[in-house]
C-alpha cells in the first residue's frame, strides 16, 4: 500500500514536471520573439567582466542599451579602445577617435614611520568606518588611511599591499572600472593616464609649514617642481602640486629636485 | 461579505510585507524609485493572482484526489516558476511595452516567498477557487501598498540628511519597521468592527 503511494507520488510530480516543461517547451518555440542579433555580437566584443563601470548593471544590459541605441559607444573603461572599435563595427558607426585608458592611483605615500597618527584604531577593518571616526587616524585627513576597502572592491585584484605596506594599484592588472575612487573616503584614489611617467604622490591641500609637521613625505607646495622643470606640466594649487598629463615636457628634474621626494615615477609594482 | 474580508485582511490586516513580513528582497531591492516600485507592485500583483489560482486548480484536481496533499511544497514551486516562464513569454510576444514595465521584475519574483506563502496559506484557508484569486490579488494589492508608501519615503528620505552609519539599506529597514509598528493598528478585531 506504501510502495503504491509512494508510486502514485512519483508519477504525478513526475508527470506534472513532464508536462509543463514540455509546455515551456513548447510555449519558447510558438512564442519566441526575434531577438536583435547586433546584441549577441556586441555582448562577444564586450570583456564580460560585468564591473558596472558603463552605469549599466552588467555588460548584457550595457549591449542590449547599445543595440537600442540608448547609450554611448565608449562608456566601456575595461574594453578601452578595442571594445569601442568593436562596438563601431557592429553599429556600423564610423569610429576614428582614440580612447585614453585610465587608471586610478593611490597619491599617498604615508604610512607609519612618515605620518603623524592622531590615535590607535581598533574598529573592522574599513576605510569608510575609520573615516566615519574623526576623519581617520592620521593627523592628515586627506591620505590613504591604509585599510582594504579598495583592495577587496576591486573585481581585477590589481590593488594591495606594496613591500612598504603601502596601498598601490598595478596599473597593467587595472582594468579601469573605477570602484575603488568610488569606495575611497578620502579622495586619495584619483585617475591618472596610463602613460603617466610621473606621479605626486599627497593629496594634502593643507598649507606647506603644516604638512611638514604631521608627514616626512607630503607636498609642501615649495614650487620647486615648478621651476625645475618649466615644461613639466607642475601646477601648485591649493598647496598641493598637481601634473596636467596634457603637456608632454621633462618631468625628471622637477621630481628629482622635490624636497621631500613626494614626486614618485609610476613603475612601481606591488609585491606579489 | 467574505470577498470583502478577504480582501482587507490580506491588504492591511496581514499584509505581506509588514506584518507576515514575507518577500522584504523585493522590497528593499526596488523601492529606491517610485516607478520601479510601482513595476514590481503591479508584476506581483499579477504573478499573486495567477500563482493562487494555478495552484487551487493542481491542488483540488491532481493532489487531493490521489491524497498526496504533502507534496504541496514541492509542486507549488514547479507550477509557479513554470506560470511565471510562461506568462513572461506571452507578454513578451502579445505586448512589448508591458514586458518593458513588467519584464525585468517577473523573473525576480519566479522563486519569491510571497508569492509561494499566498498559495499555501490559500490552500490551509480552504478557500475556493475565487477566493483564492481574490486572496491572492488583494495580498498583491497588499505588497503594492507597502512598497509604493516605502520608496516615496525613501525618494525623500535621499534629500535629507541622514547620520553616515544610516544611510542607504539600515535607514531603510528603520522605515520599513516603523511602518511596520504603524499597520499593526490594523487586526482582527477592527475587520470585526467593519464587518458586524
Known amino acids: 500500500m506504501v510502495l503504491v503511494r509512494i508510486l502514485y507520488a512519483f508519477i504525478a510530480v513526475a508527470g506534472l514536471g513532464m508536462l509543463l516543461g514540455a509546455g515551456l517547451a513548447f510555449a519558447s518555440r510558438f512564442l519566441s520573439v526575434r531577438k536583435d542579433e547586433r546584441i549577441a555580437a556586441l555582448e562577444a566584443v564586450l570583456p564580460g567582466l560585468n564591473c558596472g563601470a558603463c552605469g549599466y548593471a552588467g555588460c548584457a544590459s550595457y549591449a542590449a542599451a547599445i543595440a537600442g541605441e540608448e547609450a554611448s559607444l565608449t562608456l566601456c573603461a575595461p574594453g578601452g579602445e578595442d571594445a569601442a572599435k568593436g562596438i563601431s563595427e557592429i553599429m556600423e558607426v564610423e569610429f576614428n577617435g582614440t580612447i585614453e585608458k585610465k587608471v586610478p592611483q593611490v597619491h599617498c605615500r604615508g604610512g607609519q614611520g612618515r605620518s603623524e597618527y592622531e590615535f590607535d584604531y581598533f574598529g573592522i577593518k574599513d576605510c569608510n568606518a575609520l573615516y566615519a571616526l574623526l576623519g581617520g587616524n592620521k593627523v592628515c585627513k586627506f591620505g590613504c588611511l591604509g585599510l582594504d576597502s579598495c583592495i577587496q572592491v576591486c573585481p581585477a585584484g590589481a590593488i594591495d599591499y606594496d613591500s612598504e605596506s603601502l596601498i598601490w594599484v598595478d596599473k597593467e592588472v587595472c582594468i579601469g572600472c573605477g570602484k575603488c575612487v568610488e569606495v575611497c573616503p578620502t579622495g586619495v584614489m584619483r585617475w591618472i593616464p596610463y602613460s603617466a611617467d610621473y606621479i605626486v604622490v599627497c593629496n594634502s591641500t593643507d598649507k606647506g609649514a603644516r604638512v611638514r609637521k604631521y608627514c616626512s613625505v607630503g607636498c609642501i607646495a615649495c614650487k620647486i617642481c615648478e621651476k625645475k622643470s618649466p615644461e613639466g606640466g607642475y601646477k601648485v594649487e591649493d598647496f598641493l602640486s598637481k601634473i596636467d598629463y596634457n603637456t608632454e615636457g621633462e618631468r625628471k628634474s622637477g621630481a628629482e629636485a622635490c624636497p621631500t621626494k613626494c614626486i614618485v615615477r609610476n613603475d612601481r609594482h606591488p609585491k606579489k | ?196
Open chain 2, 1 to 196: 461579505m467574505t470577498y470583502i474580508g478577504i480582501i482587507i485582511t490580506f491588504v492591511f490586516i496581514s499584509n505581506f510585507i509588514l506584518t507576515q513580513f514575507l518577500g522584504l528582497c523585493p522590497f528593499i531591492g526596488v523601492s529606491r524609485k517610485m516607478d520601479s516600485a510601482v513595476g514590481m507592485g503591479f508584476a506581483v500583483i499579477f504573478v499573486m493572482s495567477m500563482a493562487a489560482l494555478a495552484t487551487w486548480v493542481i491542488y483540488h484536481l491532481i493532489l487531493v484526489p490521489l491524497s498526496l496533499e504533502f507534496l504541496q511544497t514541492m509542486t507549488f514551486i514547479l507550477i509557479i516558476a513554470t506560470l511565471v516562464q510562461f506568462v513572461e513569454m506571452v507578454i513578451q510576444k502579445i505586448s512589448p511595452p508591458l514586458y518593458k514595465a513588467l519584464g525585468i521584475y517577473l523573473p525576480l519574483i519566479t522563486t519569491n516567498c510571497a508569492v509561494m506563502g499566498i498559495a499555501l496559506i490559500a490552500v490551509r484557508s480552504n478557500y475556493s477557487a475565487l477566493e483564492s484569486f481574490i486572496a491572492g490579488f488583494s495580498a498583491g494589492v497588499g505588497f503594492l501598498l507597502a512598497i509604493l508608501v516605502m520608496s516615496s519615503i525613501r525618494e525623500k528620505l535621499d534629500t535629507e540628511w541622514v547620520p553616515k552609519p544610516f544611510r542607504g539599506i539600515p535607514i531603510a529597514f528603520i522605515t520599513a519597521g516603523l511602518m511596520a509598528l504603524a499597520f499593526m493598528a490594523f487586526d482582527k478585531a477592527l475587520l470585526k468592527n467593519l464587518l458586524g
